[in-house]
């Protein structure tokens, strides 16, 4: 299914493809649970972004590896290549419109990410 998201602004817009019933991640580390971002990690290859990409900024700490991208007008990170798919995209489900009807959130522990960011590498992986 093809699904479109941006920001609030609108500056930024993309669309990925990803199943009817999405499977979702709420992870409770510190910047997604201050952020409210739900995870839905996709293969590169089913994410394009349609306009935007100078109205993007870089956030990245810790290791480095995860490229927090924001918009610079309204400051909504609706994606990011995440540290554990960096061949992948990370979208946020609250930035897809209109919603999802059919999806399903489970809690990921990312406050202890070293022991458990192993279950999410095969997210990116094409199907």
Not at 17 to 43: Q, R, T, Y
Not at 53 to 61: D, P
Not at 66 to 81: D, E
């Amino acid at each position: 299914m093809l699904y479109k998201g941006g920001c609030h602004c609108g500056a930024v817009k993309f669309e990925i493809e990803a199943p009817e019933k999405i499977k979702c991640g709420d992870c409770n580390c510190s910047i997604c649970s201050k952020s409210g971002f739900l995870h839905l990690i996709v293969p590169k290859s089913k994410f394009k972004l349609l306009q935007g990409e100078s109205s993007l900024t870089t956030y990245t700490f810790n290791t480095g590896v995860a490229q927090h991208r924001f918009c610079k007008v309204c400051g909504v990170k609706s994606f990011y290549i995440p540290r554990s798919n960096p061949d992948g995209y990370d979208v946020n489900v609250r930035c897809l419109e209109p919603q999802p009807e059919n999806f399903e959130i489970e809690p990921f522990d990312g406050k202890n990410w070293e022991l458990h960011a192993h279950k999410m590498a095969h997210m990116s992986k094409e199907v």
